[in-house]
């Protein structure tokens, strides 16, 4: 009998032919995957379960990784290209839900029998980098102008802020506060922005990339901020300075002539165990000292905007 061979586990995805071409038989491989020791992440295409993520997220770039292992044209992109930077969906869904997403030249030909989103278009050097893993992605300015392309106004401005927020902090070592707020960068993130625009979704994104605001720090402030641009009502000032007695603060939206203070509420601000108190003391100060509240959850201006607005026109309007 002979003696099976020991072979080196892949740890990113790796093809069937590569493999032969180092020595590795189709039955070594078979042998490894019903031991659980290896994974077919597509048609092909392996990888050993040292480098199959626990997380679904991971998973699933990997299966990105997979696709582009077979496809050396390819360039993860839109939602795939989401999940490597992090960006935040406009919904209630996770990027990595769906398929993962891949952009080939329009001069590559062949069939791709897998479930992977294709996209084709041409992509200029600018607008390609690398992940983390070496795998070529679209850059954080395209994968966000891509996503936000169709998409309703307040719906494109949640993607284009936060990708927004991570290119200014890219232009320094260590970003403060004042920074997300400075004309001068937030001038140079809007054109960051726009230099990625195709010709077919200039006009749709220009409106939004001119209202991309970096301070804003949810995707629900995004939101919050394109509905109120749609609405008519006066648009605040986002993560403005506020000096009281007590300390600085930052609210969500501040409209100083009426001295309101907008608040948008959600679970990722009370993680703390002190939170909630810490908030309601912050809130108190600022009513002795003259300020008014209005109050909103992330889930109303995401389920239900008017009544949002009314909310807000009415306490502007008291």
């Known amino acids: 009998m002979r003696t099976p061979r020991p072979w080196t586990l892949p740890t990113q995805p790796v093809t069937r032919a590569l493999l032969l071409a180092s020595g590795v038989t189709d039955a070594m491989i078979a042998t490894q995957i019903t031991k659980g020791r290896v994974v077919q992440v597509r048609r092909g295409v392996f990888v050993g379960v040292g480098g199959w993520p626990d997380d679904a997220a991971g998973q699933h770039l990997v299966r990105a990784h997979a696709e582009q292992v077979a496809n050396p044209d390819a360039v993860i992109s839109h939602e795939s290209a989401a999940v490597v930077w992090g960006l935040p969906t406009p919904g209630f869904g996770e990027w990595y839900q769906a398929p993962v997403s891949l952009t080939l030249p329009s001069t590559c030909h062949g069939t791709r029998?897998?479930?992977?989103?294709?996209?084709?278009?041409?992509?200029p050097a600018p607008h390609v980098t690398r992940d983390d893993d070496g795998y070529l992605v679209t850059s954080l300015a395209r994968t966000a102008v891509d996503l936000a392309a169709g998409l309703a106004f307040p719906q494109a401005?949640?993607?284009?802020?936060?990708?927004g927020r991570q290119v200014l902090a890219s232009f320094t070592t260590s970003p403060r506060r004042s920074?997300?707020?400075?004309?001068?960068?937030?001038?140079?993130?809007?054109?960051?922005?726009?230099?990625?625009?195709?010709?077919?979704?200039?006009?749709?994104l220009r409106a939004a990339i001119a209202c991309v605001e970096p301070c804003r720090e949810s995707?629900?402030?995004?939101?919050?901020?394109g509905h109120l641009h749609l609405s008519g009502l006066p648009v605040p000032q986002f993560q403005a300075k506020i000096v009281t007695s007590k300390g600085i603060y930052y609210p969500d939206c501040y409209w100083p002539?009426?001295?309101?203070?907008?608040?948008?509420d959600?679970?990722?601000?009370?993680?703390?165990?002190d939170a909630i108190v810490r908030e309601k003391e912050r809130e108190q100060v600022l009513r002795d000292d003259g300020h008014r509240?209005?109050?909103?959850l992330g889930k109303e201006i995401m389920l239900s905007p008017p009544v949002v607005m009314n909310r807000i026109g009415a306490a502007l309007n008291s």
């Open 113 to 123: 029998r897998t479930s992977a989103a294709w996209h084709i278009a041409e992509l």
């Open 157 to 163: 401005l949640v993607i284009l802020d936060a990708a």
């Open 179 to 204: 920074d997300y707020v400075n004309p001068r960068l937030v001038k140079a993130v809007r054109d960051a922005l726009s230099d990625t625009l195709s010709r077919r979704w200039r006009a749709q």
């Open 219 to 225: 995707a629900a402030e995004s939101l919050t901020a």
């Open 257 to 264: 002539e009426s001295r309101l203070i907008g608040e948008c």
């Open 266 to 273: 959600g679970a990722g601000k009370y993680q703390m165990p």
């Open 293 to 296: 509240f209005v109050r909103w």
